[in-house]
């Protein structure tokens, strides 16, 4: 090991001499993010980004104590993709926090739409021991927040499929994790284990592929979470 300065661009540059995936989790929009993203636009780690934005409505960002500034937060999007064109990006976001009204809920989903984001996660808020929220008056009832998340699942469901659609004809890049019965399971650099989707591995080389290689797979059809590629015989790793 060596000595790194506590700057998490440095970090990240020495996390790109490893020769390994590396995908980058939980990090909070301030503007060094800017500068990552021109690190994955070369190449020194994945172009994968989870941010938690939380949540669309600046009033409930602001008792969340988060920052609250979704149109920079778009103009942002807008310029890391502009900039790395095939970075994923993945996000986080609550309902029913206490206080959150038809209209907050909104904008919520009027962010999520202009944002476009790939990969989304989405919690009800439940009660944390210590957390100020809990001594808020207005909370949301059980149901609503439960019809507020199919919603918002429904909404963000279609922007995935959306986004996976347009991998399908391309080549990626695929990691395998399993190999069984003519059918391999992977996943691409837009893939994290666990939470994100992954990549279905079919074709007369699937049997061959071997767990924690990387290979070149052809998409052939998507879903809104998976894709779905062939492979033929005597294939290499990448």
């Not at 661009?9 to 503007?31: I, K, S």
């Not at 926090?97 to 919690?123: K, Y």
């Not at 998507?222 to 033929?232: K, N, Q, R, V």
Request: charge should be negative.
């Amino acid at each position: 090991g060596k000595p790194i300065k506590t700057n998490i661009l440095e970090l990240c540059r020495a996390l790109g001499t490893l020769g390994v995936w590396v995908r980058l989790h939980y990090v909070y929009p301030y503007p060094h993010v800017d500068n990552i993203v021109r690190l994955m636009a070369e190449g020194s780690v994945l172009p994968y980004l989870d941010i938690p934005f939380q949540h669309g409505s600046p009033r409930i960002l602001k008792l969340m104590r988060r920052p609250a500034h979704a149109e920079n937060v778009l103009e942002r999007i807008v310029r890391w993709r502009r900039e790395c064109p095939e970075i994923t990006l993945r996000s986080t976001f609550i309902v029913g926090f206490p206080g959150e009204t038809d209209e907050d809920f909104g904008l919520l989903l009027e962010f999520i739409e202009n944002a476009n984001l790939d990969r989304v996660g989405c919690f009800q808020y439940s009660a944390v021991a210590g957390a100020t929220a809990n001594d808020f008056s207005d909370s949301v009832s059980e149901g609503e927040k439960q019809a507020r998340w199919d919603e918002f699942m429904r909404v963000q469901q279609s922007i995935s499929q959306r986004r996976l659609a347009r991998k399908v004809g391309r080549k990626i890049d695929v990691i395998v994790d399993t190999v069984n019965d003519g059918h391999a399971v992977g996943r691409s650099v837009g893939d994290s284990p666990e939470i994100d989707g992954c990549v279905h591995i079919y074709g007369s080389g699937s049997s061959d592929l071997m767990p924690g290689e990387i290979y070149s797979v052809e998409i052939e059809r998507s879903t809104e979470y998976d894709l779905f590629a062939s492979i033929g015989p005597e294939v290499g790793p990448s």
